[in-house]
């Protein structure tokens, strides 16, 4: 119902798991209190219930399991689980709310945050996506089997990557591409060339030597860089 553009196939196999897990998994807490000597300990804080307490119970956890009715929440979110309505989980033998129990078993898309039920996915960036919605997040262009680069957890074309994120050379103040090489320092950024990672005052390669970083410039001696700053100060009086 609330799954937007499911195939044939994957509305048939939502359904499926839907009903697997209205049968298995979900349950709705009985409210009891407690009017007997026998030990019960809360599911969640582990304390003890008292005689005349009132409690949670989940016939699909076991008999003996009981929590707070402020304890009764999903195991994962730590939310409270609305109406005592709960799946459970026999892996670890938790309660979650439906949201995340699903989670438990199916993966959920990065790109359209809902559960990818068909058998095909990719798995990137330690996400999973449906293999329609791996795609730059600029362009929109479909990025299966094909180079891209992640920014903060999404995928980016390589043009796009260039457009949006492309840094400029400290020396020659053009584009450092993504297919050359680039040495960086800190915020700064060099193409990685004889002409361009170079000493600021006197202009010798630096590429493969020993460097001084100053100013926020790179220098081959503490001279140089003494005498950067002072030519600076001239030239600004």
């Known amino acids: 119902m609330y799954c937007n553009e499911l195939s ?16 298995k998994c979900v349950g709705r807490g009985e409210v ?13 804080c582990t304390e003890e219930i008292k005689i005349g307490e009132v409690v949670v119970m989940s016939g699909r956890v076991g008999p003996r399991s009981v929590w707070h009715p402020a304890c009764f929440t999903c195991n994962d979110c730590n939310e409270l689980l609305v109406d005592l ?17 699903a989670q438990k078993i199916k993966p959920r898309c990065a790109a359209c945050d809902e559960l990818i039920v068909c ?10 996506w449906h293999l329609d919605h791996f795609c730059c997040l600029y362009c929109d ?7 891209y680069r992640p920014q903060n957890g999404q995928p980016y074309c390589l043009e796009c990557f260039e457009v949006a994120f492309s840094s400029i050379c400290e020396t020659c103040g053009n584009q450092v591409t993504l297919d050359q090489p680039r040495l960086k320092h800190e915020d700064l ?26 100013h926020g410039k790179v220098f081959c001696s503490k001279d140089h860089a003494k005498q950067f700053k002072s030519k600076s100060k001239k030239n600004k009086a």
């Open 141 to 147: 262009q479909g990025l299966g089997g094909k180079q």
């Open 8 to 23: 044939q196939e994957e509305a048939k196999q939502m359904e499926l798991f839907a009903r697997m897990r209205k049968e």
């Open 85 to 101: 309505i709960y799946f459970y989980h026999e892996g670890d033998g938790k309660v979650y709310c439906g949201r995340h129990h």
């Open 119 to 128: 058998r095909e996915y990719t798995r990137a960036e330690d996400q999973d």
């Open 32 to 44: 009891r209190t407690k009017n007997d000597g026998t030990t019960w300990k809360c599911e969640k």
């Open 189 to 214: 950024i060099w193409h990685g060339t004889d002409e361009c990672f170079v000493c600021a005052f006197c202009s010798l390669s630096l590429l493969g030597q020993p460097y001084l970083p100053r």
